[in-house]
């Protein structure tokens, strides 16, 4: 007679499974991220002297830097910077903050744009005119809106820029 062959099994003696727990990950702070959370705070405050209309040097140059590139609606400036620190300091994520930041700055060009379609303004005359009396797209508004209008016209344009608009703010929020 053949002899059956059982396998034994051996448990060996502490071999008792253990659950993983979950534990949180925390994340340090580099410095790197203090440092331009620093520079960015120090933007966000220059970007203040936008409201202040007055003959100190340092105010108007600032004035007229941020008029002759964004025109009108450097007025939304603080806004952007303000709302999406609070942001970030709110729900500490770094990867919502700069998608959030990044669509802000696209609205805000869009709406730049969307200015200087109807404006008659040069790329080149645009910085100093929009810097001198913020009205108008400035120069990213006057370059995009001259690009845009050369290719599809101007309705055309307006409309491209108003769905890139909404489509803008709809992801921002």
Known sequence: MAKKVTKRTTKSKGSVKKKRTSQKRTESISPIFVHGLIWFAI???????????????????????????????????????????????????????????????????CLSSMIGIFTSYTVESAYHICGESMNGGGVIGEGVADVLTGVVGEIASFIILLILFVTFVCFIT
């Open 43 to 109: 933007f966000v405050f220059s970007s203040l002297f936008i409201y202040i209309d007055t003959d100190a040097y340092i105010a108007k140059s600032i004035r007229q830097f941020f008029g002759g590139l964004n025109g009108i609606t450097a007025f939304v400036i603080p806004a952007i910077f303000g709302g999406t620190l609070i942001y970030l300091v709110y729900f500490k994520s770094l990867k919502a903050f700069w998608g959030k930041f990044v669509l802000s700055l696209l609205s805000m060009f």
